[in-house]
C-alpha cells in the first residue's frame, strides 16, 4: 500500500493499493468509508474489501477525507475532498497508465456511498456501487440517524434548499449506472431508504439495480465473507 497526498490537510490522502496481478491495464475501485462523515472513523474500515478487490486484479484507491469533529470537514469541504481524489486518480492515470479508466467503479459504504453519489457526475467514474448509502438528508435529520450526525455536516439550522442539494436523491439523475446493496435489518440507515432512492433514481432514467439482503445489518455489506459482499463481486467480476 501507497499513500498519495491530495492536498495540504492530513486527511487529504488516498491509500493506494495495486492490484496481485499484472494482466494489462486494471479497473479501477475508488473505495469510501462510511461512519456518517465523523472523524470516529477512517478509511482502514474499507481495508477487507481493498485486500479483497486487489487480489482479484483491481487496482484500488481507499480514499480519505476530512470529517465532521476535529477533522475541519461538513459540507461542502467533504464532498469536495473526494472531488480532488477523484481528480487525483484521473491525472495519475493519464501519467502513468496501467488504469482502465473505462472502469472506475465507486464503491461507497453508508456517507461513503452518499459521496460516491454525489460526485459521480462529474468524475471519471463509470459506475456506482452504494453499499447502504445515505441518499435523503432532510429524512435522516428529521429521524435524527446517527445520533443526529446530519447536524454537524450541514451545519446548524441548515435552510431547506440545502438538505436538497447535498442529498442524492434530489440530484439525479446522476447518469452513471449504480448497483444499490443494503441489508433488510440495517438499523443505521433503514432499508426504505434504498427502496424509495431506486424508485426516484428509475424513474429520472437511471440505470439501477437494488438488492436487498436478507438478515443483513448496516456492517454486513463490507464484511468480504458475507453475502452481502459476495452480490457485489459477482457484480463487479475480476480485474
Known amino acids: 500500500m501507497v499513500s498519495i497526498a491530495y492536498g ?11 492490484p496481485r496481478r499484472d494482466d494489462g491495464p486494471a479497473p479501477v475501485a ?3 468509508h462510511g461512519g456518517w462523515w465523523r472523524d470516529l472513523h ?7 474489501l481493498a485486500e479483497d478487490l486487489a487480489e ?3 487496482a484500488v484507491w481507499n480514499v480519505e477525507y476530512r470529517r465532521t469533529g476535529a477533522d475541519g470537514g461538513g459540507w461542502p469541504r467533504t464532498v469536495d475532498d473526494v472531488a480532488r481524489a477523484l481528480d487525483l486518480i484521473a491525472a495519475t492515470a493519464d501519467r502513468e497508465g496501467g488504469l482502465d479508466t473505462s ?5 461507497g459504504h453508508s456517507a461513503g456511498g452518499h459521496l460516491g453519489l454525489m460526485t459521480a457526475a462529474d468524475s471519471l467514474i463509470t459506475s456506482v456501487v452504494a453499499l447502504a448509502p445515505i441518499t435523503d438528508l432532510r429524512r435522516c435529520a428529521d429521524a435524527g440517524l446517527g445520533e443526529d450526525a446530519v447536524a ?17 436523491l434530489h440530484r439525479l439523475p446522476i447518469g452513471v449506472p449504480q448497483l444499490i446493496v443494503h441489508g433488510a435489518d440495517d438499523q443505521r440507515v433503514p432499508v426504505e431508504h434504498s427502496r424509495d432512492y431506486t424508485a426516484a433514481a428509475r424513474a429520472a432514467g437511471d440505470r439501477v439495480d437494488h438488492h436487498e439482503i436478507a438478515g443483513a445489518d448496516h456492517f454486513a455489506v463490507i464484511d468480504p465473507a458475507h453475502t452481502a459482499w459476495r452480490t457485489v463481486r459477482a457484480t463487479l467480476g475480476t480485474g
Do not use: C, K, N, T
Open 152 to 168: 454537524p455536516f450541514l451545519g446548524p439550522d441548515p435552510a431547506p434548499e440545502l438538505y436538497a442539494e447535498a442529498s442524492p
Open 103 to 107: 472502469r472506475v467503479v465507486a464503491i
Open 56 to 58: 482479484a486484479g483491481w
Open 8 to 18: 495540504d490537510h492530513p486527511s487529504q490522502i488516498v491509500h493506494r493499493h495495486a
Open 30 to 32: 475508488v473505495l469510501l
Open 42 to 48: 477512517d478509511a482502514h474500515l474499507m481495508d477487507p
